[in-house]
């Protein structure tokens, strides 16, 4: 699977079963992301390659670790590393093609905004369950 950013500079490419997607309902994600959440998947480094566009990204990241790396020329949220993990985080909305994606987690419920009256389906934590068993949670 592949994704790019808006204006097409930052792209990269997922190989292998593209793993579930999860939302996290948290201030931060909804600050990043301009909406009720964040959805995204995390992938293995290891099957994750970029494509172009890596000298187009920038980073922001806040004194408590949170971490935005963005497209400089439009300012789409795009791939990064996942702290200090051999893995990255893959915002959704970047990914292309006709592959059905399911939404299977959702993070921070318990910071859900006041207007946020969607319903969830999936697994709901009230905050961030344990990495490992989040990520397994993904490729299952």
């Not at 890596?54 to 590393?81: A, H, M, Q, Y």
């Not at 996942?82 to 909305?93: A, E, I, K």
């Not at 006709?98 to 006041?114: C, F, N, P």
Request: hydrophobic share 35%; with cysteine.
């Amino acid at each position: 699977m592949r994704g790019q950013c808006l204006c097409e500079a930052v792209s990269f490419e997922i190989v292998g079963a593209t793993p579930k997607l999860y939302q996290c309902h948290c201030s931060l994600c909804r600050k990043q992301g301009g909406s009720t959440s964040n959805t995204a998947t995390v992938v293995a480094a290891e099957n994750f390659r970029w494509l172009s566009g890596e000298e187009s990204i920038s980073t922001f990241v806040k004194p408590t670790g949170f971490r935005s790396d963005f497209c400089s020329t439009c300012g789409s949220t795009v791939p990064n590393l996942l702290r200090n993990t051999p893995y990255v985080w893959v915002p959704s909305g970047m990914l292309e093609g006709t592959e059905k994606l399911e939404i299977a987690v959702h993070l921070y419920v318990g910071s859900r905004a006041a207007w946020d009256k969607t319903p969830l389906t999936g697994q709901l934590f009230e905050t961030m369950p344990e990495m490992l068993a989040f990520i397994e949670m993904l490729h299952a």
